[in-house]
């Protein structure tokens, strides 16, 4: 029954994708929405991210900005578009990578306008986050961490932001065992 529900979900998921926002979105809803669609749904990977960036015509980040957004690790093969969709425009990366020396795809959702409070209150509406693993700071920068279940496989959804420092935006992702 499991491996049933398994691929149900995933013919579900490779039918729903989110969609171009309407200008009476709210900018939180519309990245909790872009972020369970691309990242959660999609269980991060990236072959499927790729496929929507293309299907979409999302636009490579210039080389200047990929610089910036670039995981520090310069062996973590990875690759990031700008999507410039009315109300919210926003930044989607995906790498794949290793953490504790598991292999980890991960998918990362960035806002520089979106507060991350009213963000987190609409994600909270489709996924139970619960109290997370971490909670620190360092260097004016806010990292929360979650175990969530995802169609049965453990997931992390790890977001930072800065508004402690006055510093609206946020990055959000999602990190999954392929």
Known sequence: MKRLTT???AIGISIVHPTVATSNEKPAFQLAREF???CLQ??????RVEAAARALNWKTLDRDMAAVA?????TVPWQSWFVDTA???????????KFRG??????????TQASVSDFLGELTKVIKLGQPLADYTEVG???RVWQIDLYGKPAMVIVNDAEQMDVTGFTIAAMVTP
Request: hydrophobic residues 35%; aromatic residues 2%; contains cysteine.
């Open 102 to 111: 598991q292999p980890m795809a991960t998918c990362t959702v960035g806002s």
């Open 42 to 47: 999609t269980l991060a990977d990236p072959k």
């Open 70 to 74: 670039a995981p520090r690790d310069k």
């Open 36 to 38: 369970v669609g691309h």
């Open 7 to 9: 691929l149900c979900l």
């Open 141 to 143: 920068q806010r990292s």
């Open 87 to 97: 109300p919210q425009p926003f930044m989607i990366a995906i790498s794949k990578a």
